[in-house]
Structure formats: C-alpha cells, structure tokens
C-alpha cells in the first residue's frame, strides 16, 4: 500500500472518530423483557415501543424464541431516541448488502487501478440493493478478494473493519447468499448500523451520494410503505432484510416539515428467531407489520419534536 494511501486512510480513521464522538452516550439498564439501554432522559418513545413489544409477547404474537432490536437517532436534535438491544449481533439477512457495496467503493477509492464503477458494475450494484439480487450480492463478494472463495466473505469485512474499525465493532461476514436465501451466518447489530447511518448521512463513507441514491430507490420498505401516518412523499433511504429467521429494515428518514425543511432520522427495526419459522409467509407478513407499527409511532413522535407535516 503506498504511503499517501495509509495516510488517507489515517486520516478518515480520525474522521470517524469525531463523527462518532458526537453521539450520545448510554447508559444500562434492564426491563422485563429485552435488555435496553436507555438512549436519553427524556425515553417515552422507548417505553412506549418496549410496552408495545412486551404487549405482543404476553399475546403470543412474538414468541419465546424472539428477540428484538431498536435504534431510533434524531439528526436534527442530535439525539438518540431510541437504544434498545442496540449492541447485540443479530442476522442480517439482506441488510448486509449495503456494507458488501460500501466494501465495494472502498476499493474502488483506494484501489481504483483494480476496481473501478462503470454503468454495468452499476447495474449490478442496483440489482443488489434495490431488487435485493442475490447472485449480484455473491458478485461483488467474489470480486472484492483474490485469496480462496471460502475466504472471500472474511475478506469483506476485513476490508470494512480496515478503513472504519469504528463502525463495523460487531459486523460478521462469514458467507456467500445461498441459492435458497437461507443466509444465518452474516451478523450486525443495531448499532453498527446506526452507525454507518449516521456516517452515510454526514457523507463520511466513500460514494456516499451513490449509495444514498442506491438505498433511495423505491422499493417495499417497512418504515413508510404501509404506515399511513408517513406522508407519501417523505424520501426512505433503506435496506430490508427477511428470511424465515429474520426480519428487518434499518434507513434513513428524511421527513419533510411545514416549514419546508427536513428532518432526518434513523429507524433500524429488527425481529429474529431462534428457530425457523414454520409458515415463511405469514411470519414475514406479521414482523413486518411490527415493525411497521414502531416505524409509525416513531413518526408521530417526530410530529411531536418537529413541525412535520
């Protein structure tokens, strides 16, 4: 690696670390049913959403082998709103994707005589994240390593942990999509991906306008599409994530106020089993209207902070 390069990567290292600084602090706390730490002093989203899962456990609706995770961050306010299981590593599913394209763009800015972006790696690359494309996903993992194929996934998040060790602390990348979507092995936990959100959102990550352009494609999310409260034109830049272990979405909100500003925040949700559940469909259906209802109780808590229209 030559020098100028290391120094480079010195000095986004240093980058991250103010970016970073600038969150809030938590502190531990323990609730009858999830492990939570307490994101500020002012936690009535917090409650609320834990009363709200605690409800659907005592109904049978979340069951005993489910666990969840919350992060709520409110840019404009400077504020976590919402940490709950935030530190723990959860199975990513298809939200891995967009640290696969972010690993992806790393190379290309420091390495850009081996990997480079024209239109077709750029198809490619939304095939992967706005049709969640699995053989595309598998391409840029091949193409992100020389060494064995059984090594190549390491390799992504060692690319990932290189240039922001700050970000990526509890990232796992240990395989290909299989052919049938079943992939249980890649974990992350909530926080690092409010991280890398918050750090998307500055423009601190290499493509950071391209990837937001990327995330910001439509598709069927679960932070706006299906909850009424979200105006239809309020821009979602996101990553869903479902196997019949797994649902989630973690993104960016960028609700527009009456006063013709934005206001951002981040909404990660994530709802995983132990065990496979037994109807795919009807699972995924019901965790994602879960997750939809938090999505819309932290929009009318928005409403409240903000003058959202």
Same mark, same amino acid.
């Given at each position: 690696?030559?020098?100028?390069?290391?120094?480079?990567?010195?000095?986004?290292?240093?980058? *991250?670390?103010?970016?970073?600084?600038?969150?809030?602090?938590?502190?531990?706390?323990?609730?009858? !049913?999830?492990?939570?730490?307490? &994101?500020?002093?002012?936690?009535?989203?917090?409650?609320?959403?834990?009363?709200?899962?605690?409800?659907?456990?005592?109904?049978?609706?979340?069951?005993?082998?489910?666990?969840?995770?919350?992060?709520?961050?409110?840019?404009?306010?400077?504020?976590?709103?919402?940490?709950? +299981?935030? +530190?723990?590593?959860?199975?990513?599913?298809?939200?891995?994707?967009?640290?696969?394209?972010?690993?992806?763009?790393?190379?290309?800015?420091?390495?850009?005589?081996?990997? *480079?972006?024209?239109? !077709?790696?750029?198809?490619?690359?939304? &095939?992967?994240?706005?049709?969640?494309?699995?053989?595309?996903?598998?391409?840029?993992?091949?193409?992100?390593?020389?060494?064995?194929?059984?090594?190549?996934?390491?390799?992504?998040?060692?690319?990932?942990?290189?240039?922001?060790?700050?970000?990526?602390?509890?990232?796992?990348?240990?395989?290909?999509?299989?052919?049938?979507?079943?992939?249980?092995? +890649?974990?992350?936990?909530?926080?690092?991906?409010?991280?890398?959100?918050?750090?998307?959102?500055?423009?601190?990550?290499?493509?950071?306008?391209?990837?937001?352009?990327?995330?910001?494609?439509?598709?069927?999310?679960?932070?706006?599409?299906?909850?009424?409260?979200?105006?239809?034109?309020?821009?979602?830049?996101?990553?869903?994530?479902?196997? &019949?272990?797994?649902?989630?979405?973690?993104?960016?909100?960028?609700?527009?106020?009456?006063?013709?500003?934005?206001?951002?925040?981040?909404?990660?949700?994530?709802?995983?089993?132990?065990?496979?559940?037994?109807?795919?469909?009807?699972?995924?259906?019901?965790? !994602?209207?879960?997750?939809?209802?938090?999505?819309?109780?932290?929009?009318?808590?928005?409403?409240?902070?903000?003058?959202?229209?």
């Amino acid at each position: 690696m030559k020098k100028n390069t290391v120094t480079d990567i010195n000095l986004e290292r240093r980058r *991250y670390m103010m970016l970073l600084a600038s969150l809030p602090l938590f502190t531990v706390g323990t609730f009858t !049913s999830d492990s939570v730490l307490a &994101a500020s002093q002012h936690d009535d989203l917090q409650q609320r959403i834990n009363h709200y899962i605690s409800s659907l456990r005592r109904r049978g609706i979340i069951q005993a082998d489910e666990k969840t995770a919350w992060s709520i961050y409110d840019f404009r306010k400077k504020e976590k709103r919402v940490a709950i +299981n935030e +530190n723990s590593a959860y199975q990513c599913a298809s939200m891995i994707k967009p640290f696969i394209a972010l690993a992806y763009f790393y190379q290309c800015k420091y390495n850009h005589k081996d990997y *480079y972006y024209p239109d !077709s790696v750029q198809r490619k690359m939304e &095939a992967m994240i706005r049709h969640s494309d699995n053989h595309a996903t598998n391409f840029f993992i091949r193409l992100l390593s020389k060494k064995s194929q059984q090594q190549r996934p390491m390799e992504v998040e060692k690319i990932l942990k290189r240039h922001a060790p700050g970000i990526f602390q509890h990232t796992q990348i240990r395989e290909y999509i299989p052919h049938n979507g079943r992939t249980y092995r +890649n974990k992350a936990s909530a926080r690092d991906y409010s991280r890398f959100l918050y750090a998307l959102w500055h423009n601190a990550l290499p493509y950071s306008h391209e990837l937001k352009r990327l995330m910001g494609l439509h598709n069927s999310d679960r932070i706006s599409v299906g909850v009424n409260i979200v105006p239809s034109i309020t821009k979602v830049y996101d990553k869903t994530g479902t196997t &019949a272990r797994l649902c989630g979405d973690m993104g960016i909100i960028e609700a527009i106020g009456r006063d013709g500003h934005t206001y951002p925040y981040t909404f990660i949700g994530i709802i995983e089993k132990q065990h496979r559940a037994k109807n795919y469909g009807q699972w995924a259906r019901s965790r !994602s209207n879960v997750i939809r209802t938090v999505s819309g109780m932290v929009y009318a808590d928005m409403k409240q902070r903000h003058p959202l229209i």
